[in-house]
């Protein structure tokens, strides 16, 4: 009923809000047929103005124990990426980009492929002009996830990743890590993220971190091994502050997989050794009261790890 343009016309607030209240019921058929409704919504031009009212109700229906919601919610809102604009749905749009987050290491593949594409569409709806605080962070949030997978085990998602990094980056302005992000080696395009982006080091660190719990082994050992480069770009000072890093890190020495806690206990020597050297290097220059300048990048290829 609500796709004849008679009936949206004299759609108001009050019906709007008994409709979103209906979503309280966690029966799949009912929320199935509420979430299309909501993808009506935003096909009229009275009814998008109403739309606020259910969006809260459907990014929350993301969170539901049933999958099959959680799926139907996903196709949901790749509906609704076709029909809504920036210019009007902003603030769902910077909601949805944050609830997608806890969604890109889930499992099973299919609800992390799906949650990827709906990912690879919303970024596909910014324009440069559009970059707000917010969802410039939850860009940056994101950069080293996709970057990891890459690799990942189905194939639709590292594609995705692809795509979406080099839209990410058209819209930071990384000129030189677009053409870089085309490559396939995850190592080479992290090395040169580190290089060409030093001053988001701890914050690359903190990604990696999270990323130690993927399911996924080559994402964990991706993940070791590039907190492994960043902290070696610290000076003493700033190795002092990733302090939680650093347990995390030791923590992945327990690993099931034997690459991982090789790679994490040989991370974790070379890491001691060069802060023996700092503090020596702080001890012998006591007096110079200038804070110590950050050394030159050098990478130790995972090769090289594996080797001793």
Known sequence: MLQSPDVAAIVDDIATHILANWFKCEELTTVKLLLQVTEVFAKHKNLVRRLSILQPHVLRCCYSPCHCIVEETFLTLNH????????HSSFFLIQLAFTLGSFLEEEPENLRLMAFQVYGNLLSKIKKRDLVFPLK????????????????????????????LCHTATLLGWTKLKTVFTQRDVFTILRILLQLEASKAIWFLNQCVTLFKSPQVFIRQAAVWFAGQIIQTLNLEEMDEVEDANTALRH?????????????????????AQKKVLQAKTTTSC???????????????LTRFLKL
Request: aromatic residues 6%; contains cysteine; charged residues 20%.
């Open 252 to 272: 992945m020495q327990k690993d099931p997989d034997p690459v991982v806690s090789c790679l994490t206990t040989q991370t974790l020597y070379i890491l001691e």
């Open 80 to 87: 609704l990426l076709e029909d809504l604009t920036w210019q």
């Open 287 to 301: 007096f110079c009261r200038r804070r110590p300048r950050r050394r030159s990048f050098e990478p130790v290829s």
């Open 137 to 164: 962070q939850q860009m940056l949030n994101s950069i080293v996830l996709l970057v990891l997978h890459l690799k990942d085990v189905n194939t639709d998602v590292a594609q995705i990743c692809q795509l979406s």
